[in-house]
């Protein structure tokens, strides 16, 4: 069982910047790709970013040039770097562990929300 704790989410201006945190409390990164998702009011879940097990990352068009997904392996913690944020990247944000490629489940965080508002 691989639990996934995020954090980072909160009230932001438009223009402004925000790094969501994904905290997995154990080493998964050799064994899992990690994404980040989101999911506005009324509408699917999206794909914003993911990172895989080699490091090679890949990114919704609506977000490109301004989010930055990294992980630090020391800390077991993948981040979310939002940058140049606007009204329509306001939705709540899960991180996600897939585990498919090494034979492994997949698993969701709970979700941390980002309000984007002035």
């Known amino acids: 069982q691989v639990q996934l704790l995020e954090s980072g989410g909160g009230l932001v201006q438009p223009g402004g910047s925000l790094r969501l945190s994904c905290a997995a409390g154990?080493?998964?990164?050799?064994?899992?790709?990690m994404g980040w998702y989101r999911q506005a009011p009324g509408k699917q879940r999206e794909l914003v970013a993911i990172?895989?097990?080699?490091?090679?990352?890949n990114y919704a068009d609506t977000v490109k040039g301004r989010f930055t997904i990294s992980r630090d392996n020391a800390k077991n913690t993948v981040y979310l770097q939002m940058n140049s944020l606007n009204s329509e990247d306001t939705a709540v944000y899960y991180c996600?562990?897939?585990?498919?490629?090494?034979?492994?489940?997949?698993?969701w965080g709970q979700g941390t929300q980002v309000t984007v508002s002035s």
């Open positions: 996600y562990a897939d585990g498919h490629a090494s034979g492994r489940g997949n698993y």
């Open positions: 154990v080493p998964i990164f050799s064994l899992y790709t």
């Open positions: 990172i895989r097990t080699s490091g090679t990352t």
